[in-house]
């Protein structure tokens, strides 16, 4: 008996334990958020930064250079930033795939119409959600605490950033100018300046927090417009919007769990 129950105990130190394999990781739908500058230049922004005619020659093959390297990520659904109503979403682009709407400046045509086309999608979906910017809220604070000069120089910082990249753009071709300011240290900056506001305000008066709150709340409705065209895991979703919504989009995406976050430089040359 004592020999028996030596060779089972030897037997059980042998044989290795089943190790369970961990299970595959559940298949989400691929959200490509393309950060982009405003190409019709329509001065909506504190900032603006100024371009050149994007429908000149030289730009129009800058922009077909743009189309080829979006088709590797192969969106099956391509989001723009226009309210889910709006015109050029609904009617516009039917009209253009008819030929009987011809592009304007605007990047959710130049790039997204073009691309959508190209696809043979039925439809360009606007995700886009109204939100405030109490900025004016800021300036009356900053000058009522004697921080003026400080809110100032902020300011200037975020205007010299937005000039650098109007210079870059000028001596760039529109992918170079893309891949710059989707690239990660430039998207970080950017989510900086933002932050960089919270400092103006105090208990009771949280005027640069509840700014960012405000634009947070945008920009979360935003996502929660995109979720809705994450009909199933097999979806490949491109979203294209202005640059200063490009680091909360990705945040955003990056932290839900059913989505999956692709960039602009896994795709470009």
Same mark, same amino acid.
């Given at each position: 008996?004592?020999?028996?129950?030596?060779?089972?105990?030897?037997?059980?130190?042998?044989?290795?334990?089943?190790?369970?394999?961990?299970?595959?990781?559940?298949?989400?739908?691929?959200?490509?958020?393309?950060?982009?500058?405003?190409?019709? *230049?329509?001065?909506?922004?504190?900032?603006?930064?100024?371009?050149?005619?994007?429908?000149?020659?030289?730009?129009?093959?800058?922009?077909?250079?743009?189309?080829?390297?979006?088709?590797?990520?192969?969106?099956?659904?391509?989001?723009?930033?226009?309210?889910?109503?709006?015109?050029?979403?609904?009617?516009?682009?039917?009209?253009?795939?008819?030929?009987?709407?011809?592009?304007?400046?605007?990047?959710?045509?130049?790039?997204?119409?073009?691309?959508?086309?190209?696809?043979?999608?039925?439809?360009?979906?606007?995700?886009?959600?109204?939100?405030?910017?109490?900025?004016?809220? #800021?300036?009356?604070?900053a000058q009522a605490t004697g921080r003026?000069?400080?809110?100032?120089?902020?300011?200037?910082?975020?205007?010299?950033?937005?000039?650098?990249?109007?210079?870059?753009?000028?001596?760039?071709?529109?992918?170079?100018?893309?891949?710059?300011?989707?690239?990660?240290?430039?998207?970080?900056? =950017?989510?900086?300046?933002?932050?960089?506001?919270?400092?103006?305000?105090?208990?009771?008066?949280?005027?640069?927090?509840?700014?960012?709150? =405000?634009?947070?709340?945008?920009?979360?409705?935003?996502?929660?417009?995109? #979720?809705?065209?994450?009909?199933?895991?097999?979806?490949?979703?491109?979203?294209?919007?202005?640059?200063?919504?490009?680091?909360?989009?990705?945040? *955003?995406?990056?932290?839900?769990?059913?989505?999956?976050?692709?960039?602009?430089?896994?795709?470009?040359?």
């Amino acid at each position: 008996m004592r020999h028996l129950l030596v060779a089972l105990f030897c037997i059980s130190l042998a044989a290795p334990a089943t190790a369970s394999e961990p299970a595959p990781a559940a298949r989400r739908a691929e959200v490509l958020v393309l950060g982009v500058y405003h190409m019709a *230049n329509p001065g909506r922004d504190i900032f603006n930064m100024q371009v050149d005619d994007v429908l000149s020659p030289k730009r129009q093959q800058e922009i077909a250079q743009v189309i080829a390297v979006l088709k590797k990520f192969n969106p099956t659904r391509i989001a723009v930033e226009q309210g889910p109503r709006d015109r050029l979403v609904t009617s516009a682009y039917p009209e253009y795939v008819a030929g009987r709407h011809q592009l304007g400046r605007n990047e959710t045509e130049q790039i997204g119409f073009r691309l959508a086309r190209e696809l043979g999608h039925q439809a360009v979906y606007g995700v886009d959600a109204d939100g405030e910017f109490p900025y004016p809220r #800021v300036v009356k604070h900053a000058q009522a605490t004697g921080r003026a000069k400080e809110l100032d120089a902020l300011m200037q910082d975020i205007g010299d950033m937005v000039k650098a990249q109007g210079r870059y753009l000028a001596t760039h071709t529109i992918l170079e100018s893309l891949l710059y300011m989707n690239a990660d240290a430039k998207v970080a900056d =950017d989510m900086g300046f933002y932050y960089r506001k919270v400092r103006f305000g105090e208990p009771w008066d949280w005027a640069g927090a509840d700014l960012i709150a =405000d634009w947070f709340k945008r920009n979360i409705r935003i996502h929660s417009n995109i #979720v809705q065209l994450a009909a199933s895991p097999d979806e490949r979703i491109l979203v294209i919007f202005g640059a200063g919504h490009l680091g909360w989009l990705q945040q *955003n995406i990056a932290n839900d769990p059913t989505l999956r976050l692709r960039k602009l430089s896994e795709f470009a040359p």
